[in-house]
């Protein structure tokens, strides 16, 4: 199986991790040899309740049982979808109530980018350095990584790039800016907070500017930090919110929420604003009610903070220099990207699942399924801690 996966499915890097997988269930993951995995990585923060989760089973099995795909976006009233964006609603402060669910993170990113420029009439965008959005064209435009974009160029014009937290740059927020697009915590660029009240001062900029906030909670947010939304920390509500990866429980997903009023630009001028065959597909949307539903439900959000304290007792260590982020979203610091990669490929070998982040080499990635439990995380910590200690031993002679 490995050969072919090596030789028909296209890949992105020359060393894939290549484990082959049998199946899942809870926070573990299993192999073809049957050798178990603590999954510390959740699918990059896409499957918030862990694996083949009963609920979410037994939603999509539900609607697997009634229809599949049967209409082009927003043309049907279909359950599962309008139930999700009700729900969503219920839970998101005032203007956001209206969500456009898509197939995937970055489409999500292009429909909020379409938006802001169709309810501005301006063109100008102002993203992050180290920003990551996604991968088609607009939203890798507002990638603040150029070398990952430099062989796709040209890409979207009138782009501009901020630091991240610094607050002079947010001079250049002005009245011919369409947008301003952060991630309410930086991912890729090593799980960076905002700090210093930013987001409001970035709020307050673009209320005086007239520039339409987007706020990038595809991996921060539905609990991952310890409230629903990312945003809900930092006493900053977005004008277009985005959301996906872990919305879906497990299917892929993305969505943009705005007010009513800022939506229905995309029914007019131009009419389909913004169309698409499978967004707000019953399976999916199913899938993210039956999460979104459990995740509200349940104490899952509040214990998401206990479990972070648990995370920051265990995993002190001499090579840990910092621990990055919030909640269930953690960066692990070590002193060099060689240090980093051991301890993802060893752990590998020991049965945890760790992963790196896409812009910060030294940095190491531990977002697990909000279910984990606390013996689960005394056990990774357990695993991360002796191979740490194996390296500095290793060091030392
Ligand atoms: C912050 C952020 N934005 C956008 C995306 C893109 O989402 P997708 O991979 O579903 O297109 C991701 C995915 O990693 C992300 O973390």
Redesign the pocket.
Same mark, same amino acid.
């Given at each position: 199986m490995k050969e072919s996966f090596l030789k028909y499915q296209a890949q992105t890097t020359p060393h894939p991790l290549a484990m082959e997988i049998s199946h899942a269930d809870g926070s573990y993951i299993y192999d073809t040899n049957k050798k178990a995995y603590l999954d510390f990585v959740a699918g990059?923060?896409?499957c918030p309740l862990g694996h083949n989760h009963p609920k979410v089973k037994a939603a999509i099995q539900a609607q697997l049982n009634k229809y599949l795909h049967v209409m082009v976006y927003g043309e049907y009233v279909q359950k599962p979808a309008v139930e999700l964006t009700k729900l969503l609603a219920k839970h998101l402060p005032y203007p956001l109530e209206k969500t456009y669910l898509t197939n995937? !993170?970055?489409?999500?990113?292009e429909g909020a980018l379409k938006l802001a420029k169709r309810a501005t009439g301006r063109s100008e965008i102002i993203a992050a350095n180290k920003?990551?959005?996604?991968?088609?064209m607009g939203?890798m435009s507002v990638m603040g990584y150029e070398e990952r974009k430099q062989a796709f160029r040209p890409l979207l014009p009138d782009i501009k790039f901020i630091e991240f937290n610094n607050e002079p740059d947010l001079n250049y927020i002005t009245n011919k800016t369409a947008c301003v697009i952060l991630?309410t915590i930086q991912?890729?660029a090593g799980f960076i907070v905002p700090s210093n009240n930013y987001l409001q001062k970035v709020r307050l900029k673009c209320n005086e500017t007239g520039t339409l906030l987007i706020l990038?909670?595809?991996?921060?947010g539905v609990g991952r930090t310890g409230k629903l939304f990312g945003f809900e920390h930092y006493n900053c509500i977005p004008d277009i919110l985005?959301t !996906?990866?872990g919305l879906g429980g497990g299917l892929?997903?993305?969505a943009f929420t705005a007010s009513g009023e800022l939506m229905d630009l995309l029914q007019d001028n131009p009419k389909l604003g913004h169309i698409t065959t499978f967004g707000g597909h019953p399976l999916i949307a199913a899938s993210a009610l039956a999460t979104l539903q459990e995740i509200t439900e349940s104490n899952l959000i509040p214990k998401t903070l206990e479990k972070e304290k648990l995370f920051r007792k265990l995993l002190k260590h001499q090579l840990i220099q910092d621990i990055r982020g919030k909640g269930l979203m953690l960066a692990l610091m070590l002193p060099s990207a060689e240090i980093a990669n051991e301890l993802v490929l060893e752990s590998q070998n020991q049965g945890l699942i760790l992963f790196w982040l896409?812009f910060e080499p030294k940095a190491v990635r531990i977002t697990p399924p909000l279910t984990i439990s606390e013996e689960e995380i005394i056990k990774g910590c357990t695993i991360i801690s002796n191979i740490l200690d194996d390296i500095l031993t290793k060091q030392q002679h």
């Open positions: 990059v923060s896409a995937s !993170g970055t489409e999500a990113i920003a990551y959005h996604g991968n088609t939203a991630e991912g890729g990038d909670e595809i991996q921060p985005v !996906g990866k892929p997903i993305g896409l």
